[in-house]
């Protein structure tokens, strides 16, 4: 279902408190916000083209993986970032986005490496092949809506080194997000069409108009809160990252987390498990 034709994009700062407990907080400093609970930016993990400019070839690299993580040459504190991602439709006019339409949802790794000084986002975000990852089960999306059967979802990340399972990221309902249904996507929407290339930003309808207006996207729509042990600890090779998004009415937290210590899980449930080498 997913090929190297869609374009990646990322939401940064959509779940209250991430961004300072990734240390990216002071990154968005100067990004203004109509409302506090503004998401910060949008950014790039992946463009479908060969023809982008030199200081982002590496854009070019499709980095999805179901399966694993491959551990960067150059950082030591790579974290995972458990999030929904949304498969969609884009829609243009006249070169102008004007509609972003959800079909499928699934677990989504936006596995990131801390670099306090990067001067972009995307920096951090792509450094080859299967330096992301997303789930092999997506979930159809009903409606994008309230009362559509993403609202009952859940979000929970789990780490494994050995035999040793610890909570990752804090259980998080979907509909925790700051933006979330028509008001996300519009924001989107506006981004893609207007975000400038300032600080931390890029700007994203110069790299649609690169990457040939793409009519398809994965969107990664923000990372939750991480427990202690989360913020603290980073993945090393041999680990196991596993991010679950789950229906929320149906399973229990205690349930996910006993099918994340067998590494089973059912086929309604978006799971997402990958081995760091």
């Not at 004007?98 to 000084?117: E, K, M, Q, V, W």
């Not at 998080?172 to 981004?191: A, C, M, Q």
């Not at 929320?248 to 210590?261: L, P, R, S, V």
Request: charged residues 20%; aromatic residues 10%.
């Amino acid at each position: 279902m997913i090929s190297k034709n869609f374009i990646g994009l990322g939401v940064a700062g959509n779940f209250a408190g991430h961004l300072e407990q990734a240390g990216e907080a002071s990154d968005f400093a100067q990004v203004k916000t109509e409302e506090s609970i503004q998401p910060k930016a949008i950014f790039p993990f992946y463009l479908p083209t060969n023809d982008i400019e030199p200081t982002y070839k590496f854009l070019e690299k499709f980095p999805l993986s179901s399966n694993e993580i491959q551990f960067p040459n150059d950082a030591d504190n790579l974290q995972i970032e458990p999030e929904v991602a949304l498969v969609c439709n884009i829609k243009y006019e006249n070169n102008q986005v004007i509609a972003l339409i959800p079909t499928h949802f699934g677990a989504y790794n936006d596995c990131s490496i801390r670099r306090p000084n990067a001067r972009k986002i995307c920096e951090k975000k792509n450094w080859g092949e299967n330096s992301k990852g997303l789930s092999e089960t997506l979930i159809p999306i009903d409606q994008f809506t309230l009362g559509g059967n993403l609202d009952n979802y859940h979000i929970a990340c789990f780490h494994k080194r050995g035999e040793t399972i610890n909570e990752y990221g804090i259980d998080s309902p979907t509909v925790g997000y700051n933006y979330f249904h028509e008001k996300l996507l519009n924001w989107i929407v506006d981004r893609m069409n207007n975000q400038p290339d300032e600080g931390p930003m890029n700007h994203i309808a110069q790299m649609l108009s690169q990457s040939n207006y793409p009519t398809k996207a994965i969107i990664s729509i923000g990372a939750t809160r991480y427990t202690e042990f989360g913020e603290h600890n980073f993945l090393q090779k041999g680990d196991t990252s596993i991010v679950v998004v789950y229906n929320g009415k149906k399973y229990t937290h205690e349930q996910i987390m006993d099918m994340a210590k067998q590494e089973q899980f059912p086929e309604d449930i978006s799971a997402l498990i990958q081995a760091v080498r």
